[in-house]
């Protein structure tokens, strides 16, 4: 009987647990197992496996082979484990010296002759092997991803011969160290671009400074998307940890990884007939949703009351959580959604109700029944309602309003949440009830002016924290240390749907 053990990784969800190989090669009929709740497609690696040992001119033990994925509990899929099969098959039979890949994990699907084809996820692992001080074999389509991870030491494992001959020593595999890409800076759309809007320009820069939601309203052609597409640029560089985080929810949702624009904030705009499922993640085996894509960025949705209301609905619990949770019978995945909402919506169904050139017919029935296509709930998610007003055409020339650049901005921005981190270690837009008391507690004249409009308003107790809220980001803009009357009353001004249930008049 023969033992050996090779070292890999699952992938569960955002987690890459480690997983022991364990072979074992004993006397009987000739047999091949593979157990601890392999799917399909790992049950198939034993013909892939047998076909690449004899196409690569090595010997296939005989007797009954085991092949054992601890822990058995965890579920198996994909064909990463054919590699550390191989090899622990060679090991077993002895041939392969004992002890000569050890602290190392290896990963890759083997194709009949020998070869080492890429794997979906190596990033995660990646990030897990280095923390535990383990090298990887990857194969050479993962390489690029995988040197993402700072202090990784990677090596091809392009064949199983390549392999086998380090292992051996014959031709020792050349080990390169990962490093994170530098940080992009170019800004692809400025915020000078935008013509007017002063008022939605300032809820931007709000928005950005504390992580609130945004909410725009108006007609159509006025710059809503122009300015939730500027957003991202007012928003301060990712560090190396959250744009990981964002590479490996790329690499599992099997995305190619732009590492051009490493730090810089995803921007997703899912169409509105995107599904709850392609907003919030799902399927048989678990895959991360638009919300997840956006995570530590900006999701952007266009023509908000167009979108299914259960799609909706669904992003309820990660605006105020950070992470989405998909059950299924056979297992549980949590994602991360920490993203910072923006929604931009006319205020009627053909778009021109409150317009100056009075073109629209809309009844007073037909505009009810499009607002009320955003539930009651969501709106009370959202913490900024501005309504985005048409722009003289004499204002539309470059040369006439020198309007200020996202650079600018973006200073203040990155000023103001330096701050809020000092302060509290995270954005005034994910304050928890106790915190929002003690650190966004305005002036007894603000408490009265806040009381006093919640009550005529009918204020939720989530609104009146989120007016605090937005109301402690003003006070930061400005440089003030307490809440005052002025930050309490810009910030319910830049609530529109709670000072009128009809966001058109």
């Given at each position: 009987m023969a033992m050996a053990t090779v070292l890999s990784r699952a992938q569960?969800?955002?987690?890459?647990?480690?997983?022991?190989?364990?072979?074992d090669i004993g006397g009987g009929l000739p047999r091949f197992t593979i157990v601890g709740l392999a799917?399909?497609?790992?049950?198939?690696?034993?013909?892939?496996?047998?076909?690449?040992?004899?196409?690569?001119?090595?010997?296939?033990?005989?007797?009954?082979?085991?092949?054992?994925?601890?822990?058995?509990?965890?579920?198996?899929?994909?064909?990463?484990?054919?590699?550390?099969?191989?090899?622990?098959?060679?090991?077993a039979s002895g041939q392969l010296p004992a002890e000569s890949l050890c602290d190392c994990e290896f990963y890759g699907e083997l194709s009949l002759s020998g070869e080492v084809q890429s794997m979906q996820g190596v990033l995660l692992a990646a990030v897990a092997a280095t923390r535990a001080k383990h090298s990887i074999f990857v194969p050479r389509a993962n390489v690029a991803e995988a040197a993402l991870v700072t202090g990784c030491r990677i090596a091809i494992a392009s064949s199983l011969p390549d392999v086998v001959a380090h292992a051996t020593g014959k031709a020792p595999l050349y080990f390169i160290t990962g490093a994170a890409p530098d940080s992009a800076t170019d800004i692809d759309a400025d915020l000078c671009d935008v013509r007017g809007q002063e008022t939605a320009k300032r809820a931007l820069e709000i928005a950005a400074a504390g992580a609130h939601s945004l909410l725009l309203i108006g007609p159509p052609g006025t710059g809503k998307s122009m300015l939730a597409q500027r957003l991202p640029g007012l928003l301060p560089p990712m560090s190396e940890d959250e744009a990981l985080e964002v590479a490996a929810v790329r690499s599992?949702?099997?995305?190619?990884?732009?590492?051009?624009?490493?730090?810089?904030?995803?921007?997703?705009?899912?169409?509105?007939?995107?599904?709850?499922?392609?907003?919030?993640g799902g399927g048989s085996r678990p895959r991360p949703g638009e919300i997840s894509l956006a995570h530590h960025g900006v999701l952007f949705l266009d023509e908000l009351p167009e979108y299914e209301r259960g799609a909706l609905e669904v992003l309820r619990e990660p605006l105020e959580t950070g992470v989405i949770t998909i059950s299924r019978a056979a297992q549980q995945a949590e994602f991360p959604a920490s993203f910072q909402f923006v929604a931009a919506m006319n205020p009627c169904p053909c778009g021109y109700l409150g317009d100056e050139r009075g073109i629209?017919?809309?009844?007073?029935?037909?505009?009810?029944?499009?607002?009320?296509?955003?539930?009651?709930?969501?709106?009370?998610?959202?913490?900024?309602?501005?309504?985005?007003?048409?722009?003289?055409?004499?204002?539309?020339?470059?040369?006439?309003?020198?309007?200020?650049?996202?650079?600018?901005?973006?200073?203040?921005?990155?000023?103001?949440?330096?701050?809020?981190?000092?302060?509290?270690?995270?954005t005034n837009a994910r304050l928890?009830?106790?915190?929002?008391?003690?650190?966004?507690?305005?002036?007894?004249?603000?408490?009265?002016?806040?009381?006093?409009?919640?009550?005529?308003?009918?204020?939720?107790?989530?609104?009146y924290h989120r007016v605090l809220k937005v109301a402690r980001t003003i006070a930061d803009l400005t440089?003030?240390?307490?809440?005052?009357?002025?930050h309490v009353s810009e910030a319910m001004m830049l609530r529109k749907l709670d000072r009128n249930s009809n966001p058109a008049r």
């Open positions: 569960h969800g955002m987690d890459a647990p480690l997983v022991r190989v364990e072979i799917e399909a497609v790992v049950r198939e690696s034993r013909d892939r496996v047998r076909a690449a040992i004899m196409n690569c001119g090595f010997e296939m033990p005989d007797g009954r082979v085991t092949v054992n994925l601890s822990p058995a509990d965890l579920p198996k899929d994909g064909g990463r484990y054919d590699l550390p099969i191989a090899l622990g098959l060679l090991l599992v949702a099997r995305l190619p990884i732009d590492t051009s624009r490493w730090r810089t904030r995803p921007f997703r705009t899912p169409h509105h007939s995107a599904s709850s499922v392609a907003l919030v629209c017919h809309c009844t007073s029935e037909q505009v009810r029944k499009y607002t009320n296509r955003l539930s009651g709930p969501l709106i009370d998610r959202l913490d900024l309602h501005v309504e985005v007003l048409r722009v003289p055409h004499g204002l539309l020339r470059a040369d006439i309003v020198k309007a200020e650049t996202s650079a600018a901005v973006a200073a203040r921005v990155a000023r103001v949440r330096e701050l809020q981190h000092d302060r509290q270690g995270c928890n009830g106790r915190e929002t008391e003690r650190l966004c507690c305005p002036t007894a004249a603000g408490r009265q002016l806040l009381d006093r409009a919640a009550n005529k308003l009918a204020f939720s107790a989530r609104a440089g003030a240390s307490a809440v005052d009357t002025p």
